[in-house]
């Protein structure tokens, strides 16, 4: 009787160890920020150089 007991209760442990697979980890993607120029970034250049050719010039 207390082979049966204790073969239950070793039964019991085992299949409530076993019970679900452990969930799969949840990896995110990473955040990607990108710097953005402003409208204006491109026009400065060009009207610096005509100031230092009219300057020039002049």
């Known amino acids: 009787m ?3 007991v204790l073969a239950a209760a070793l039964t019991a ?3 409530t160890a ?3 697979a452990p969930a799969e980890p949840i990896i995110e993607a990473p955040v990607i920020v990108e710097e ?7 026009i400065i ?3 610096l150089l005509i100031l230092v050719v009219a ?3 002049s």
């Open 55 to 57: 300057a020039a010039v």
């Open 36 to 42: 953005t120029q402003s409208s204006s970034g491109g």
């Open 13 to 15: 442990a085992a299949s």
């Open 2 to 4: 207390k082979k049966l």
């Open 45 to 47: 250049l060009p009207l």
């Open 18 to 20: 076993f019970a679900g």
